[in-house]
């Protein structure tokens, strides 16, 4: 009679939950920038469906514990971030290790194009009433905001649009999930400044030319 072969019909081995949940923490506190799904059960070698559950528990052990750290989807990803009510406290822990910030023109600048990408240039200049090239070229630099292709239109100026470095640094899964417009600026406010050189790019420097 020939042996069973049960190995074949056999489920594999069970997923210890808390211990792919705390693999998961580990990762993501680790990494520092949003991680997808996807990429998560890649590197541990699990189905994702099991990565997507082993996050939902770290929500709730988050919320729980009431953490100073939360668990927020942002840029189509999973990142460990701070709670807000300590963003003051942590400020003034690191302060000291700041650079000059984005000037108020650049913010407001950032703004604009925020809510209305795809814009062009002279789109811009009109709506804030100055020239805008040299802060289009910090954001660009900063790689806040890229180049979106032409207008069409006569001319075919460029259009401009925020990046997926807009989305983390503001913690925003999509651009879908921008707040109101004023709650927008106080955002850009109180945010961490943007180490930057200058604010006025070079002579005659066009903004696209700047590396994404």
Sequence with gaps: MRPETASAEAPGPAVDR??????????LFSHGAPVTGERLAEVLETGLKEVLAALDELEVRYAALESGLRLARIAGGFQLTTRAEWKGAIERLIAPKREQALTEAALEALSVIAYRQPITLPELNEIRGVNSHSVVTTLMKHRLVRSRGRKQVVGRPLLYGTTKDFLERFELDRLEDLPKLGEFEEALASAAPVPMESEVGEPGADPAEVSE
């Design 18 to 27: 808390e211990r792919l949940a705390s693999a998961v923490e580990a990762l």
